[in-house]
C-alpha cells in the first residue's frame, strides 16, 4: 500500500481536531493540507463548524464529530487505485479493498461495502487513544444465485420467432454498418425518455471543465454518457455491470410483439452492443480515405444477449437472491442485474446542473 498525500491516520475527533489547530495554511490561501504540503490542492483538513473534514481529491472523505462519530464518503473517482491510495486516510487498523468493481471497508474484522457514491457512518466501540469503530450504517449484503435453465425456458417460451428469424437473416446477410447500429440504438433512446437533443447536450456536456467544481459535474455527465450509450445493458460474463430495466422491457416487448418491423432495429441493436467489430478502408481518390466499420454477428451472441435481457426482466424468477454473513465480503456475480440505471441520476427539462 502506498499514502500518496501523507494522510496521518487520524484515530479519534480529538486527533483530527490537535492536527487542524497545528497544521499552517498554505501561504496566501486559507487551506491546510493533511499532509504533503505539494499536495493541499487535492488533500487537506478543514473546520466546518464543530465538525473536522479531511478533503480527498476536492471533495469530503472523511468527517468527524465531537463524540468521535464519523462518516466516510466514497471517493469521487471510484476505481480499483483508491483502495491503495485510501490508505492512512482512516483510523488505525481500517483497510480498504477493491474487490469486482467494488470498494469494501475493512475494521475490527468486519468488511463493509461503500458503493460508489454512498456513505458509512462509524461509531466508536471502545474508549481508548486507538479506538475500535463499528459501522451502523444499515447494508444488506446479498448474493444472487441464477437458477439453473430458467432464463433459457422462458426465451424458448417467449421469443421462439424472433431467434428462428433473426437466425435466418444471420446466415445469409452482410455484417451491418455501424451507422446503421448508432440509428437504432437512438431510436431505443428515445423509446425510453432519452430525446436527441439531450443526448445532443450531453455529448457536449461531458467533454469539458473548467473549475473542480465543473469537473465533478462532467464526470457526472461523463458516466450518464457512456450509460446511455450502452443501453439496455452493461453485463460482463458473470454478471458484473448494471442494466436499465426501462430499456429492457422496451426491448423484449418489441422481440415479443407481432408488430415484425420492429425486429430489424433490435437486431441492429444487438449487433451494435454484443457484434465484432470490422474495419475496412475505404478510398476516396483524392488521397483520402476513411475507415469503413461494420458489425460481425454471430446467432450464439444473439441467444446470449436474449438470455440477459430475459433475466432482466425477469430477474426476481431468474435469481435466488441469498443473504450474507453480515461482515463478509459478498460475491459480486450478477449483482448488475440488481443495479438498475434508475438509481442513477436522471435528466430533466432544463438539464440544469442539479438534475444530473
Known amino acids: 500500500m502506498y499514502n500518496t498525500y501523507g494522510a496521518p ?10 492536527w487542524y489547530e497545528k497544521t499552517k495554511p498554505i501561504r496566501g490561501a486559507t487551506t491546510r493540507p493533511i499532509g504533503n504540503r505539494r499536495y493541499h490542492h487535492s488533500a487537506s483538513i478543514d473546520k466546518r463548524g464543530d ?25 469521487s473517482y471510484y476505481n480499483a487505485f483508491q483502495a491503495y491510495r485510501l490508505c492512512g486516510w482512516g483510523p488505525s487498523g481500517m483497510r480498504f479493498n477493491w474487490d469486482s468493481g467494488r470498494l469494501f471497508v475493512t475494521h475490527n474484522g468486519n468488511s463493509t ?56 437473416v444471420l446466415a445469409t446477410s452482410t455484417p451491418v454498418v455501424y451507422e446503421e447500429c448508432a440509428e437504432a440504438r437512438r431510436k431505443l433512446q428515445t423509446a425510453v425518455g432519452y430525446s ?20 465533478h459535474a462532467r464526470r457526472k455527465w461523463y458516466r450518464l454518457h457512456n450509460r446511455i450509450r450502452g443501453l439496455p445493458f452493461q453485463l460482463t460474463n458473470d454478471g458484473r455491470g448494471w ?15 407481432t408488430d415484425y418491423t420492429k425486429w430489424d432495429d433490435v437486431l441492429k441493436v444487438i449487433a451494435g452492443h454484443s457484434g465484432r467489430s470490422l474495419y475496412t478502408p475505404v478510398s476516396h481518390g483524392n ?65 440544469s446542473e442539479s438534475s444530473i
Open 287 to 351: 488521397g483520402f480515405s476513411q475507415m469503413l466499420t461494420r458489425q460481425a454477428l454471430a446467432f450464439d451472441e444473439v441467444v446470449e444477449f436474449i438470455h440477459k435481457l430475459i433475466a432482466c426482466v425477469h430477474r426476481d424468477t431468474v435469481f435466488e437472491v441469498v443473504p450474507v454473513r453480515s461482515g463478509a465480503m459478498p460475491s459480486a456475480r450478477n449483482s448488475g442485474f440488481f443495479r438498475d440505471m434508475l438509481d442513477e441520476p436522471k435528466q430533466s427539462d432544463k438539464l
Open 51 to 75: 465538525n473536522i473534514v479531511l478533503v480527498y481529491e476536492r471533495q469530503p472523505l472523511i468527517v468527524w464529530e465531537p463524540d468521535s462519530t464519523f462518516t466516510l464518503h466514497a471517493p
Open 113 to 168: 461495502h461503500l458503493p460508489e457514491g454512498g456513505s458509512l457512518r462509524f461509531v466508536p466501540t471502545s474508549d481508548s487513544s486507538f479506538p475500535t469503530y463499528q459501522c451502523v450504517t444499515e447494508r444488506n449484503s446479498l448474493e444472487y444465485k441464477m437458477r439453473r435453465g430458467v432464463a433459457s425456458k422462458l426465451a424458448s417460451a417467449q421469443c421462439v420467432d424472433f431467434l428462428a428469424w433473426a437466425q435466418v
Open 196 to 215: 436527441p437533443e439531450f443526448v445532443k447536450e450531453m455529448d457536449s456536456r461531458h467533454q469539458t471543465s473548467n473549475s473542480p467544481e465543473a469537473e
Open 243 to 257: 442494466m436499465f430495466a426501462p430499456a429492457c422491457r422496451v426491448m423484449l416487448d418489441q422481440i415479443t410483439s
Open 9 to 18: 491516520s487520524l484515530s479519534t475527533y480529538q486527533a483530527a481536531l490537535d
